[in-house]
């Protein structure tokens, strides 16, 4: 019996008057953030793309989607894109998913390595690579003279593989390693091919992952904006577009409109992504397989590995190297100058950036964990409205909240507190990153140990203490994750806070990209450095901290037993 | 009494886990709840412990009525099975947590830590994180965290049932002399019928949400009331009225005035006596060796027995035996 009902029951406590006030005001300063920071913004937009001409309820903007000249084929260019971007990113991340967890390969340590690398950076450095190997004045041009043109179709779906295959093969290998090891040495022992037992065995147990993935890496790519403004020149896609409704025409309504059809594949994602979850054969229990020895196979995958995750480290590589040589390609002597000339607003956009990340990380964190907290306890039926609450988050793409933001808080009753300040930003970079937070958060709280809880309150806690000594201890890692995670969200995103940035509020992410737009491409690269420099620091430093927190509870296995 | 449930009922959803449970434990006894899991024992001792409201009924410490105390005014200690010690304090701070709440000055609680340290034999792992010591350790740290403030009661949720067979033994008699010697009310929940008899003063076996018996531990192996309590408490020989008054009519000399359906005589396989015999009416089936035990299956009279022996018992499958049945020893139980 044990653990479910415990946790059923944990709602009806006979308790202290006081501890309900806590209860209510925990679960409803998130609650109220989220349905005013989130949820208002989303209505605003939706409503926003029904309404036409004198603000009455109509389709125009839904009918344009067809009938404008450009439209239909910027919509055909999309699914191109990101349907070419799927195929190819799902098929690379299961090779190196397999490399990672079905073989013996060598150097595991430096694929891992090199598949962090694109979270360190805003999504267009890709792009901002390629074009300095195979731009115009690339380094490929110069060396061969060969006429290359790189904006356009291949660059952006090469630019958005390489930014999508971490989170990809990431999807993939949590299916892989939840496949049970008994499986294959049950098709070992029956004599089955090492190929028999992946098509058989592995594929099958896989599926709902490679399903997800697929969707996933879709709408990251559809819904990716920083590669398609570098790379894709003429080449228009939907992300680019909206960008160019809303900042190019200032038409809010046709913005809205793109928004709301970019919200279909995202939700359709999250769905799958559920029902994966749900559904997957495997099971979190499952004994790890180990790869019988096989050279062959080991040479293969390694190969493979080198041949797909060699671009992402040289793309990354060369933007770090562009931003210290003088005048690429011509002129390969090496200076700091364009850490300090022409940049237009110096440091400073670095410097709001950290400011930002580090509200949004300090008070991300708090109100996440208070929401985790405060939903505890609530009645189970309650509880899961919260949580799809929270979970909504992850549905909707950055473009949508940041003009979601501009329409809801540029005017109206806010606006006078909002407009142009820090905390605009760092509420939608909050929201936008809201789910993933909730998730590691609420994984976190399910380690706690009920019976401790309990022991707590029989020796005469309350809530204060047995949050503190019971709950904190045990959910500590998952909260210093979560503080970094939004640190370094914060510092990297570009989607959303693309349309918050003013003239006398300017982030580190949009300085890169009007550097480049600006034709100052050494300098983008240099506050790119800047910005994988400040990101990387924090990922040492999380680390380094959750790895100090383990040792405590080096055990908790052992305490879990019931 | 020192402590009083009465008629406590609960329901969750609809489907009642107790109904009107009622029963006391006296100044200095060691109560055991004994029961099957899903009996209703675990939901009992949150709604003594305060950590789950009843729907109806009342639980009374002495004279008052604290069935709506919140647990963390009631004073009990708690043990569970999981060992639930702070992993992020060590043995020392884990101990005096209850002191630290209710504000013991430092120099009494130490005293008093010092004190509950040399009662579970722990005197030098003070400074030791619960994650450096074994799971028997633990629970023994526990025991003393609960037993610090002085509980007007000590809860115990299962306490032995995640260590191992041996050390489960060693802490069964530890558990026995702390009781004993500090003379704390105790309440343990179990489901392991050899840690209620060899541990409990009293015990209260329940099944579905309901009392079956209440009794000491011979009471309840010698005399069991129902049939439930019959089987779940050692094992036995289930026999119908209709079959005794044929086969066994010794055995109705102590049978209660009933209809034939509602009772049935109850034989320990101890006290089923196989002798072999030539011309015997029995024929052993099976013999299975247990160390010290030899446990036979005898046909006899239409019935299958259930008989056990000492292990010089030499006994075949196939051998014919005749059977002796102390009609003393056999009791008559609710079918």
Known sequence: ?562 | MHFTVNDVSKSFGGRPALDRVSFAVGERDFVCLLGPSGCGKTTLLRIVAGLLATDSGSIMLGARDITRMPARERNFGIVFQSYSLFPNMTVAENIGYGMKLRGLPPRAAAARRDELLRLIQLPDEAGKYPAQLSGGQQQRVALARALAVDPALLLLDEPLSALDARVREQMRGEIHQVQRQLGIPTLMVTHDQQEALTLADTIICMNRGRIEQIGTPRQLYMNPATRFVAQFIGASNLLPTSWVREALPTLLSGRPAAPDHHLEACLRPEDVHATAAEDGEGTVRAVTFLGSMIRLVIDWRGRSFTAEQHRDCTLKPGDSVTLDVRPDRSAWVAA
């Not at chain 1, 599926?207 to 894709?232: C, P, Y």
């Not at chain 1, 992850?394 to 109206?412: D, E, R, T």
């Not at chain 1, 020796?459 to 210093?480: E, H, I, K």
Request: glycine share 8%; aromatic share 10%.
């Open chain 1, 1 to 562: 019996m044990g653990g479910r009902m415990n946790r059923a029951v944990r709602t009806n406590h006979p308790g202290v008057p006081g501890d309900r006030l806590l209860a209510w005001t925990f679960i409803g300063l998130p609650v109220l953030g989220l349905l005013l920071f989130f949820g208002y913004p989303l209505i605003v937009i939706g409503l926003r793309s029904f309404l036409g001409q004198g603000d009455v309820l109509s389709l125009a903007h839904y009918r344009r989607l067809w009938t404008d000249p450009g439209l239909p084929r910027v919509m055909l260019h999309t699914l191109w894109v990101s349907g070419t971007t799927m195929l190819l990113t799902t098929v690379a991340a299961l090779a190196i998913a397999m490399a990672l967890h079905r073989s013996r390969m060598k150097g595991k340590w430096l694929v891992r390595g090199v598949l962090i690398l694109p979270l360190l950076a805003p999504s267009l450095v890709q792009g901002l690579g390629l074009i300095f190997l195979f731009g115009r004045n690339g380094l490929v041009h110069r060396l061969t003279g060969l006429p290359t043109d790189i904006y356009g179709f291949a660059s952006l779906v090469a630019a958005d593989v390489l930014y999508a295959l971490p989170q990809a093969v990431l999807i993939i290998s949590v299916a892989l390693v939840r496949t049970d090891r008994r499986y294959y040495d049950a098709a070992e022992s029956m004599g089955a091919s090492a190929w028999r037992q992946f098509i058989d065995i592995t594929l099958p147990q896989a599926k709902l992952g490679l399903l997800s993935a697929a969707f996933v890496v879709f709408t990251i790519t559809i819904t990716d904006f920083g590669n398609a403004m570098v790379v894709g020149g003429s080449y228009r896609v939907l992300a680019s577009e909206i960008y160019n409704q809303v900042s190019g025409q200032m038409d809010f309504g046709m913005g809205a409109t793109i928004g709301m059809v970019l919200l279909l594949p995202a939700i359709l994602s999250l769905y799958i992504e559920h029902v994966a979850s749900r559904q997957h054969n495997g099971s979190e229990h499952a004994l790890p397989s180990e790869a019988p020895p096989g050279r062959g196979r080991d040479a293969a995958l390694s190969m493979t590995c080198i041949g797909l995750l060699l671009p992402v480290a040289v793309v990354l590589a060369t933007v770090f190297y562009a931003s210290f040589v003088k005048l690429w390609p011509y002129d390969f002597s090496l200076t700091l100058a364009h850490y300090h000339t022409n940049l237009p607003d110096g440091y400073t956009p670095i410097l709001t950036s950290l400011k930002i990340s580090i509200a949004v990380a300090i008070f991300g964190t708090l109100l996440l964990f208070m929401l985790a907290i405060g939903m505890r306890r609530l009645s189970p039926a309650l509880a899961r409205i919260v949580a799809f609450l929270a979970m909504m988050p992850a549905a909707v793409p950055g473009m949508i909240i940041g003009i979601g933001y501009v329409l809801a808080f540029n005017h109206g009753p806010l606006s006078h507190w909002l407009y142009g300040s820090l905390a605009i930003v760092a509420l939608c970079n909050f929201y936008h990153y809201h789910t993933q937070g909730f998730l590691t958060i609420s994984t976190g709280l399910r380690t706690v140990p009920a019976a401790l809880e309990d022991a707590t309150t029989c020796l005469g806690g309350g809530p204060l203490q047995s949050t503190r000594d019971a709950v904190l201890p045990f959910v500590a890692p998952a909260l210093v994750s979560t503080f970094f995670l939004l640190f370094m969200q914060s510092m990297v995103t570009l989607s959303a806070v693309t349309f918050l940035v003013t003239p006398e509020l300017n982030l580190a992410s949009v300085s890169v990209m009007q550097l480049n737009e600006n034709g100052f491409i050494s300098q983008a690269a240099a506050y790119s450095a800047c910005i994988v420099a400040v990101v990387a620091v924090a990922l040492g430093l999380m680390r380094l901290s959750t790895a100090r927190i383990g040792i405590y509870l080096q055990q908790r296995g052992k305490l879990h037993v019931a």
